[in-house]
Nanobody, 120 residues
Framework: QVQLVESGGGLVQAGGSLRLSCAASGSIFSINLMGWYRQAPGKLRELVATMPSFASANYADAVKGRFTISRDNAKNTVYLQMNSLKPEDTAVYYC??????????????WGQGTQVTVSS
C-alpha cells in the first residue's frame, strides 16, 4: 500500500505565505512525477505545479513567480512554498504522485487534500 499524507494548510491573510508538505510512504520502489493540484468551490481541479525526478518544475501561469515546488527524494517528500498569496488561491490543495511500488506496478496516487484559505 502507498499513501500520500499532506500537511501545512491553513488560514492566511493576503500577501502571506504557507508551505505545504506531502510525504509518500509504503511499498515504494520509485517515484517519478510529484506535484500539486488545487480545487476551489464550484471549479474543476487544476494543476498548480509538478516536478519530475530529474527535470525542471512546471507551473501554472497563475502561480508563476509566487509558488515554488521542491522535492526531497531521500524522504519521498514534495513541498510547495506559496508566497504572496491571493484570495483567489483559496482552494483544497491535493498532492499527486506517479509511483512504482515494489511489485513493479505503477499507479497515480492522491493525497487527502489540505485546505488553504486566503483572506482579503
Amino acid at each position: 500500500q502507498v499513501q500520500l499524507v499532506e500537511s501545512g494548510g491553513g488560514l492566511v491573510q493576503a500577501g502571506g505565505s504557507l508551505r505545504l508538505s506531502c510525504a509518500a510512504s509504503g511499498s515504494i520502489f520509485s517515484i517519478n512525477l510529484m506535484g500539486w493540484y488545487r480545487q476551489a468551490p464550484g471549479k474543476l481541479r487544476e494543476l498548480v505545479a509538478t516536478m519530475p525526478s530529474f527535470a525542471s518544475a512546471n507551473y501554472a501561469d497563475a502561480v508563476k513567480g509566487r509558488f515554488t515546488i521542491s522535492r526531497d527524494n531521500a524522504k519521498n517528500t514534495v513541498y510547495l512554498q506559496m508566497n504572496s498569496l491571493k484570495p483567489e488561491d483559496t482552494a483544497v490543495y491535493y498532492c499527486n504522485a506517479q509511483i512504482m511500488s515494489q511489485d513493479y506496478r505503477a499507479n497515480v496516487y492522491w493525497g487527502q487534500g489540505t485546505q488553504v484559505t486566503v483572506s482579503s
